[in-house]
């Protein structure tokens, strides 16, 4: 991955470099090719200042003038009549074509100009022609052949430099991108290693089989860069291995539940045939010790039942009829509910399909009624509602009994957690059954404090599509 982030880091500064490189080699091109312009106009309306004058002793001055500037430049100067006779020249034998053709455009009053930018590759010489005289009066030309070899000489240098502190800077750019990229992908190959270490620690696994020639891969093929398909398979295996050991654990909980009912029911008939006979003095330890053999029973149904909860969901399940299934949870209750001193109204709106089945939401009504029965206190009033949203159904309990004090409230639904002002006997799953329960299902289970200071749990399940007609 390192590779691919230095890769793009690089591209961006380089283009960075040479947008900044190339407009200031070409500015420095059109700044040396405006000097040199100015320069040689100048020189050429001097001379053509000089001809304007008709003066015998001017001439003398043009022919010296033209003689030095020849001399200091090297740079051949023509000037001539209006008729293209040479009143003075300088560096020329003749006059060649192109100098000519200068000539004819002066004469027609039509000045030449330098090029607009000098490149270390521009032509060696350019023409410079001014006409003389002024308005639309010609009464001559001049012709000055300019050498561009000193103004390329110096362009090319400073592009010599100005690549050599591009490369400079590129280079330092590079560096940086280096140790940026490798910073960038240094922590997913820290969190791979921690993450096959962890696998290492805590799970003990056989030696892997060689893979069979031919067969299918043993490691998932993944895309991308070498960390992030190396973090991946890691993930994976993790993963796998959670699940395992999730499932293990799962099963050990069922097994272990399945293999101490039979103990804890042999026990349970013992205990019954020796209290026909137990003396009236040890007839209340034997009654302690039946209530502890019938709690051990509660907690190894409530274990077979988390654990059936937390097993994975069929593919099908029919809907409940929610508001079936509350009033018939309703007056199961009813007589524990009475004799609680709880009163209990039920409103559901009719015509509620939850996408959960019948004999889960009865598990969780059963939890919940349960627990009112158990905690709630005499006086107490319980109301059960039943509301549909567009994709959901909002099923809700709520009390204003005791309530669950507010640092309790996240926990009431973890396993063996009970309430520190519970009052009663009881095993501290059942809420974690119901969640478990509403979870499998697709749904939330909160729980939270009513307005009336008790327990509300609110089961929030998808609804089940309406059934078309066949």
């Given at each position: 991955?390192?590779?691919?982030?230095?890769?793009?880091?690089?591209?961006?500064?380089?283009?960075?470099?040479?947008?900044?490189?190339?407009?200031?080699?070409?500015?420095?091109?059109?700044?040396?090719?405006?000097?040199?312009?100015?320069?040689?106009?100048?020189?050429?309306?001097?001379?053509?200042?000089?001809?304007?004058?008709?003066?015998?002793?001017?001439?003398?001055?043009?022919?010296?003038?033209?003689?030095?500037?020849?001399?200091?430049?090297?740079?051949?100067?023509?000037?001539?009549?209006?008729?293209?006779?040479?009143?003075?020249?300088?560096?020329l034998a003749g006059v060649p074509p192109d100098v000519g053709a200068a000539v004819s455009e002066a004469l027609r009053n039509q000045r030449s100009r330098v090029p607009e930018s000098v490149t270390p590759w521009s032509p060696a010489?350019?023409?410079?022609?001014?006409?003389?005289?002024?308005?639309?009066?010609?009464?001559?030309?001049?012709?000055?052949?300019?050498?561009?070899?000193?103004?390329?000489?110096?362009?090319?240098?400073?592009?010599?430099?100005?690549?050599?502190?591009?490369?400079?800077?590129?280079?330092?750019?590079?560096?940086?991108?280096?140790?940026?990229?490798?910073?960038?992908?240094?922590?997913?190959?820290?969190?791979?290693?921690?993450?096959?270490?962890?696998?290492?620690?805590?799970?003990?696994r056989p030696t892997a089989p060689a893979p069979v020639e031919g067969g299918p891969p043993t490691v998932e093929r993944h895309a991308g860069p070498r960390e992030v398909r190396t973090l991946a398979a890691a993930f994976d295996g993790?993963?796998?291995?959670?699940?395992?050991?999730?499932?293990?654990?799962?099963?050990?909980?069922?097994?272990?539940?399945?293999?101490?009912?039979?103990?804890?029911?042999?026990?349970?008939?013992?205990?019954?045939?020796?209290?026909?006979?137990?003396?009236?003095?040890?007839?209340?330890?034997?009654?302690?010790?039946?209530?502890?053999?019938?709690?051990?029973?509660?907690?190894?149904?409530?274990?077979?039942?988390?654990?059936?909860?937390?097993?994975?969901?069929?593919?099908?399940?029919?809907?409940?009829?929610?508001?079936?299934?509350?009033?018939?949870?309703?007056?199961?209750?009813?007589?524990?509910?009475?004799?609680?001193?709880?009163?209990?109204?039920?409103?559901?709106?009719?015509?509620?399909?939850?996408?959960?089945?019948?004999?889960?939401?009865?598990?969780?009504?059963?939890?919940?009624?349960?627990?009112?029965?158990?905690?709630?206190?005499?006086?107490?009033?319980?109301?059960?509602?039943?509301?549909?949203?567009?994709?959901?159904?909002?099923?809700?309990?709520?009390?204003?009994?005791?309530?669950?004090?507010?640092?309790?409230?996240?926990?009431?639904?973890?396993?063996?957690?009970?309430?520190?002002?519970?009052?009663?006997?009881?095993?501290?799953?059942?809420?974690?059954?119901?969640?478990?329960?509403?979870?499998?299902?697709?749904?939330?289970?909160?729980?939270?404090?009513?307005?009336?200071?008790?327990?509300?749990?609110?089961?929030?399940?998808?609804?089940?599509?309406?059934?078309?007609?066949?």
């Open positions: 991955m390192w590779r691919r982030v230095l890769l793009v880091l690089v591209v961006y500064s380089t283009i960075a470099v040479v947008a900044l490189a190339v407009p200031l080699a070409l500015a420095l091109g059109r700044e040396r090719a405006q000097r040199l312009s100015e320069s040689r106009s100048s020189a050429a309306a001097y001379f053509a200042d000089l001809a304007a004058r008709r003066d015998p002793a001017v001439a003398v001055d043009l022919a010296q003038a033209v003689d030095r500037y020849h001399a200091l430049y090297r740079e051949p100067v023509l000037v001539v009549d209006r008729d293209g006779t040479p009143r003075a020249s300088a560096g010489e350019v023409l410079v022609a001014v006409p003389v005289g002024t308005g639309t009066q010609v009464d001559g030309a001049v012709v000055l052949v300019a050498s561009t070899t000193a103004a390329a000489a110096d362009v090319g240098r400073a592009w010599w430099i100005i690549g050599g502190g591009a490369a400079a800077l590129l280079g330092v750019a590079s560096l940086i991108a280096v140790a940026l990229s490798r910073w960038t992908a240094r922590p997913l190959s820290g969190l791979s290693a921690r993450v096959a270490a962890l696998q290492d620690r805590v799970v003990d993790m993963a796998r291995e959670v699940e395992a050991a999730a499932a293990a654990q799962r099963r050990f909980v069922a097994d272990s539940a399945h293999a101490l009912r039979n103990p804890l029911a042999a026990l349970r008939i013992r205990l019954d045939t020796l209290g026909m006979v137990v003396p009236e003095d040890s007839a209340a330890v034997h009654h302690r010790t039946t209530l502890e053999v019938d709690r051990l029973e509660g907690i190894v149904v409530d274990l077979l039942a988390l654990a059936t909860a937390e097993t994975r969901r069929p593919d099908a399940v029919a809907a409940a009829d929610v508001g079936a299934v509350v009033t018939e949870r309703h007056e199961f209750w009813a007589a524990a509910l009475s004799a609680a001193e709880v009163s209990a109204t039920v409103d559901v709106r009719p015509g509620l399909r939850a996408d959960l089945a019948a004999g889960d939401l009865t598990q969780v009504l059963d939890v919940l009624l349960g627990n009112v029965v158990q905690h709630a206190g005499p006086g107490t009033r319980v109301e059960v509602t039943g509301r549909g949203e567009a994709a959901h159904v909002l099923l809700t309990v709520e009390d204003d009994g005791r309530g669950v004090p507010e640092p309790d409230l996240p926990l009431v639904t973890t396993r063996f957690h009970r309430a520190t002002n519970t009052v009663g006997q009881g095993t501290g799953l059942g809420m974690s059954i119901a969640r478990a329960l509403t979870e499998r299902a697709g749904g939330r289970f909160e729980v939270g404090t009513g307005p009336a200071g008790g327990l509300r749990v609110t089961l929030r399940v998808p609804r089940a599509r309406p059934e078309g007609p066949s």
